[in-house]
């Protein structure tokens, strides 16, 4: 795992898997509202029109579990790739780590 994680790092490949998994989400939202919007002008013009599609729940719930699971990912990935820097032990004074190496 610690090959996978250098290897991540410095191509820059796992920032660059991060920025498109919180894009791949970003397009999820944007292609599931506009099908939406499309879908109710459609059967707003004509409401006799039989669309054979799914149900509209299903398709939200589809999309937005599938948005929920691109940022989870973009998020653990991220957090593993770029671990939160710590305080020293004992510095409880709100310093940052650069402040406590001068």
């Excluded at 290897?7 to 599931?32: C, K, R």
């Amino acid at each position: 795992m610690r090959a996978i994680r250098e290897i991540l790092l410095t191509e820059y490949i796992g920032a660059i898997l991060v920025a498109v998994l919180v894009a791949d989400a970003f397009s999820t939202l944007i292609t599931t509202v506009v099908a939406q919007i499309s879908l109710h002008e459609r059967l707003r013009q004509n409401p006799m029109l039989d669309t054979h599609r799914l149900s509209t729940t299903y398709s939200l719930l589809d999309a937005f579990s599938r948005i929920a699971l691109y940022l989870i990912s973009a998020y653990l990935l991220a957090r593993w790739l770029y671990p939160a820097k710590r305080l020293p032990s004992g510095s409880d004074d709100g310093t940052s780590v650069e402040e406590h190496g001068r």
